[in-house]
């Protein structure tokens, strides 16, 4: 039984190791791409082809499209059953 404890204790002083060698590593890679952008986080821009943002909302934009069996559906403008595609800008 001691045996069997001494080679699990080993085994979790290994696997220890292993986890603490692959934090450091990705901290690494981290740093260095970190210094390729300058440390600043990459501004994202919308796609000029999407629709402009409401005013007071938050930057998303509804989903619309036509299910597999043909349907037009839109969300979350439209959450009635029959959802016109003009509302939409589907058709």
């Not at 409401?54 to 299910?67: C, K, L, M, V």
């Not at 979350?76 to 029959?82: E, G, I, L, V, Y």
């Amino acid at each position: 039984m001691a045996i069997l404890i001494t080679v699990e204790t080993v085994i979790l002083a290994l696997l220890a190791v292993l986890v603490a060698g692959l934090l450091r590593s990705h901290a690494e890679i981290l740093r260095q791409l970190a210094g390729l952008t300058g440390g600043a986080a990459a501004a994202r821009t919308p796609d000029p082809a999407l629709p402009a943002a409401r005013e007071g909302t938050s930057p998303a934009f509804d989903i619309a499209g036509a299910t597999v069996a043909g349907e037009t559906r839109c969300w979350p403008s439209c959450r009635a059953a029959a959802c016109p595609a003009t509302s939409c800008g589907v058709g």
